[in-house]
């Protein structure tokens, strides 16, 4: 599957549990189609005991559907969809709303 959406992206969730919410891209998994966003999604993790420390449960972020999420404008902050055009005979991300170039 191509994916428009890459790490260290700007994004929001556009539905689910955990819809309005923001941040950042922290993995992108082509092959399912998933993305890891941070402070989305969250799982918990009970981790065993270890020498020198105790047993604890962490929080820690799962993946969602790409499909799920729209990239942040950079220029207006809002939700929007992500074009793709040749620049200087390079093929550059966009951002469609406001034409804003992605890093």
Same mark, same amino acid.
């Given at each position: 599957?191509?994916?428009?959406?890459?790490?260290?992206?700007?994004?929001?969730?556009?539905?689910?549990?955990? /819809?309005?919410? $923001?941040? =950042?891209?922290? @993995?992108?998994?082509? @092959? =399912?189609? @998933?993305?890891?966003?941070?402070? &989305?999604?969250?799982? /918990? !993790?009970?981790? /065993?005991?270890? $020498?020198?420390?105790?047993? +604890?449960? &962490? =929080? @820690?972020?799962?993946?969602?559907?790409?499909?799920?999420?729209?990239?942040?404008?950079?220029?207006?902050? =809002?939700?929007? +969809?992500?074009?793709?055009?040749? $620049?200087?005979?390079?093929?550059? !991300?966009?951002?469609? /709303?406001?034409?804003?170039?992605?890093?």
């Amino acid at each position: 599957m191509k994916m428009k959406i890459k790490k260290g992206d700007k994004v929001v969730v556009t539905s689910g549990k955990d /819809k309005g919410k $923001q941040g =950042e891209v922290l @993995r992108v998994l082509p @092959r =399912e189609g @998933r993305i890891v966003v941070d402070g &989305v999604a969250l799982a /918990k !993790r009970h981790t /065993k005991k270890r $020498q020198g420390q105790s047993g +604890r449960i &962490v =929080e @820690r972020p799962a993946s969602i559907h790409a499909s799920n999420v729209m990239l942040v404008d950079p220029a207006s902050k =809002e939700p929007t +969809r992500i074009g793709r055009r040749i $620049q200087d005979g390079r093929l550059v !991300r966009f951002a469609r /709303k406001s034409g804003t170039k992605l890093a």
